[in-house]
Structure formats: C-alpha cells, structure tokens
C-alpha cells in the first residue's frame, strides 16, 4: 500500500482540534478576564465540524450560561426558523460568539474582553474553514470589518483576506424591530445564492 501523502484535514481531525480549543476556553480562569469567573458555563460554540457556513454572535445571554450552548434562547429560535427558512439546520452550520463567557446583566462585551477572548475564535475558524462566516451584529462585524456601519453594509457579501464575511442584523435586535426582522429575514435568503456562487 502506498503511504498517503495527501495533507487534507479530516473530519475526526477538526474535531480533535476543535475540542482542545474548547478545553481551553473551559479551563479555569479562561482566557483570563473578570467574566470567565462569574460565568455559569464557558459557551465555546457547537455545529457542524466540517461547515460551510459559521455564524458568529456577540456573546452568551443567561440561557447560554446556563447550558454552555450558543444561540438557544429567544434569539437562537429566531435564527433556527431563518436556517429552516433556507433549507438548513443548526447542525448544518458551526454556531460561536466573539466572546466565550456571559457578560454580567446582558451588557456588551467590553474592549479588552474581546481582545483577549479573540485569539480562540480565530483558532476556530482555522480549524473549520468556512465557505461563509456571517457576522450577526455589530460586535461581530467590528472584529473583522472595522469602521463599517452595519445600517450601511448588512446583506453585502465581503471579501477580505481570502475569506468571505457576510454582515447581518444580530437576531436578538431584529426580534423586537419590526423593520430589522423584515431586513434581516430578507438578507438571509440571500445565503443560498451567495453561497452557490463560492463554490469552486
Ligand atoms: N446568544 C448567543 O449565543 N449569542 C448572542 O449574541 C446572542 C444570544
């Protein structure tokens, strides 16, 4: 038998990979800040190992502390109903925040919180390697697509450093906003088509 010399990454190997970043994030003291203390649960993200899409929130609410799971309070049905919408599940895609631990009372997450919780999610999108890594919010677009106004950019696929970043309203914002929800459910019947066109 000839040995394989192919350097694809497999399955079983994001996973493994994936796991150890979560251990990381679920280690005491985290990545360091004041919130990895009074966090009930680390909430390091969950989905498809192998996705085309990754969706990247803001950080975890109460239900997310409590559970360890992203996106599973009123917002995360939103966003299940607008996967279902194009024909996907949760399991189909990977689901992550900018930071990993819940800021206390719902307030966004603070500078260096984010400087120093970042470093995790960049380890993930390296493992996963998404076709599509959309942006829910403007703490999310920030991280990747400084000085952008989400009002201006929200539904506009953007190419940037080899990757393909697609900025949509946050779903806990739109679910109170009658105009945003309308916005929002409309960029997010745009996925297919945009996805369609990244394949090579
Ligand atoms: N739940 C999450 O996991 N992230 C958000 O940004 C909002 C709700």
Redesign the pocket.
């Known amino acids: 038998m000839s040995p394989d010399t192919s350097n694809a990454i497999t399955v079983a190997d994001r996973m493994v990979a994936l796991q150890a970043v979560a251990d990381g994030i679920r280690q005491p003291g985290g990545c360091g800040n004041a919130i990895c203390q009074t966090r009930t649960q680390a909430?390091p993200g969950s989905g498809n190992p192998q996705p085309e899409i990754v969706f990247i929130?803001?950080?975890?609410?109460q239900?997310?502390d409590q559970t360890g799971?992203?996106?599973?309070?009123a917002?995360?049905t939103f966003l299940a109903e607008m996967l279902a919408s194009i024909g996907l599940e949760r399991s189909d895609v990977f689901?992550?925040?900018?930071v990993k631990c819940r800021p206390p009372d719902n307030r966004d997450p603070m500078p260096e919180e984010k400087t120093t919780c970042t470093p995790f999610l960049d380890e993930q999108l390296a493992i996963l390697e998404p076709r599509l890594i959309v942006l829910?919010?403007r703490?999310?677009m920030e991280y990747f697509l400084p000085g952008l106004k989400i009002s201006q950019v929200h539904g506009q696929p953007n190419k940037k450093g080899g990757r393909v970043y697609l900025p949509l309203y946050?779903?806990?914002a739109a679910l109170y906003n009658g105009s945003q929800r309308e916005v929002l459910l409309a960029d997010f019947q745009t996925i297919p088509a945009i996805l369609a066109a990244l394949q090579d």
């Open positions: 909430v929130g803001e950080g975890p609410g239900k997310e799971e992203p996106f599973v309070g917002a995360g689901i992550t925040n900018i829910l919010g703490h999310a946050h779903p806990a």
